[in-house]
């Protein structure tokens, strides 16, 4: 299977985080979220990259597509909203994310994003 990209949000009126993923099952995961087949670990979680991505351009950072999952229930310590990690990317990493894992609580993926509109 090809790379995939999709999008979530943390915030109603947050732009949307748009991420990649490149394993098999976890593309067949988040399209079925999307779907509404899946209904218990619908939140993403992965470890952050601090720089700019064609695909992700609204934000200053992007998730590592080898690190990128989905989760039911996770700690506090990584939650945060995009716009909050954004603002505060240079703290990412020591006592904010730890390890720069982020686990918004808030997200859900919304939609598959196209490649061509992902700027793949």
């Known amino acids: 299977m ?3 990209y999709f999008a979530f949000t943390t915030t109603p009126h947050e732009p949307e985080f748009v991420f990649k993923l490149t394993d098999d099952a976890r593309i067949a995961h988040a399209r079925r979220i999307v779907s509404g087949e899946e209904t218990e670990r ?3 979680h992965g470890r952050i990259i601090k720089r700019q991505m064609p695909y992700n351009p609204r934000w200053d950072f992007s998730l590592d597509p080898d690190t990128v999952d989905f989760f ?3 700690i506090e310590v ?3 909203n995009t716009q909050y990690v954004n603002d505060h990317l240079d703290e990412a990493g020591g006592a904010f994310l730890p390890g720069g894992h982020w686990c918004p609580w808030s997200s859900r993926v919304i939609r598959e994003v196209s490649p061509e509109r992902a700027g793949a």
């Open 72 to 74: 039911e229930v996770a």
């Open 78 to 80: 990584c939650d945060a």
């Open 42 to 44: 619908v939140h993403v």
């Open 2 to 4: 090809a790379d995939a």
